[in-house]
Nanobody
């Protein structure tokens, strides 16, 4: 499974950006996808996630400002980031948890996309 992230870039405080992440590859069942972010020297932290059933979860700092949505048919998730703050500046990584049914046994896995830089300036 490969993840291709896009979006990100530079925005001013109070502005918005939109990230997208598309999964492709061998036939797997994706259970949930989402985004983490990581500043240099810090641990990666969960930003938002969405299950295949549409349940969402958000980190407290982004609640009310970020919205995650998904397109199951295209195995794509989107992160709409509004009311951006300086502290949202980070490298954002999309991920997918999946089940691989192609072998003799079911294998659970997690894969990551390439990081995408989000920079918020005043």
């Amino acid at each position: 499974v490969q993840l291709q992230a896009s979006g990100g870039g530079l925005a001013q405080t109070g502005g918005y950006l939109r990230l997208s992440c598309a999964a492709s590859g061998r036939a797997v069942r994706i259970s949930d996808m989402g985004w983490y972010r990581q500043a240099q020297g810090n641990e990666r932290e969960l930003v938002a996630s969405i299950t295949s059933g549409g349940s969402t979860n958000y980190a407290d700092p982004v609640k009310g400002r970020f919205t995650i949505s998904g397109d199951n048919a295209r195995n794509t998730v989107f992160l709409q980031m509004n009311s951006l703050k300086l502290e949202d500046t980070d490298v954002y990584y999309c991920y997918a948890n999946y089940f691989d049914f192609t072998g003799p046994t079911v294998v659970a896995g997690k894969t990551w996309g390439q990081g995408t830089q989000v920079t918020v300036s005043s």
